[in-house]
Nanobody, 120 residues
Framework: QAQLMESGGGLVQAGGSLRLSCAASGVMFSRYTMGWYRQAPGKQRELVAF???????NYADSVKERFTISRNNAKNTVYLQMNSLKPHDTDVYYC??????????????WGEGTQVPVSS
């Protein structure tokens, strides 16, 4: 059974840094595109960053130059290094794993989320 477990969230002051981790189990991790999303209460979940199976990162414009996504396939773990945090980065951050199986089918898994409150 696939499972994604986030860790590393917590209260941080504006301008500070945090590193989120997401450990995956029950999936062939190296084949999956891994991503981080975030969601505030009453808002839609939005993409923060993703990294492809061959290690290519992509970022939302709002986090470019501040956040870095990386992966360690040997540890089945994806990371999100967050620097220069701002109050509007306050959200619940979710780990995501995705694998396109066919043109019509993809496997998607989500973690339960970790809270990142940023104080001003």
């Amino acid at each position: 059974q696939a499972q994604l477990m986030e860790s590393g969230g917590g209260l941080v002051q504006a301008g500070g840094s945090l590193r989120l981790s997401c450990a995956a189990s029950g999936v062939m991790f190296s084949r999956y595109t891994m991503g981080w999303y975030r969601q505030a209460p009453g808002k839609q979940r939005e993409l923060v960053a993703f990294i492809t199976s061959d290690g290519r990162p992509n970022y939302a414009d709002s986090v470019k130059e501040r956040f870095t996504i990386s992966r360690n396939n040997a540890k089945n773990t994806v990371y999100l290094q967050m620097n220069s945090l701002k109050p509007h980065d306050t959200d619940v951050y979710y780990c995501n794993a995705g694998l396109r199986v066919t043109s019509f089918t993809q496997l998607i898994y989500w973690g339960e989320g970790t809270q990142v409150p940023v104080s001003s």
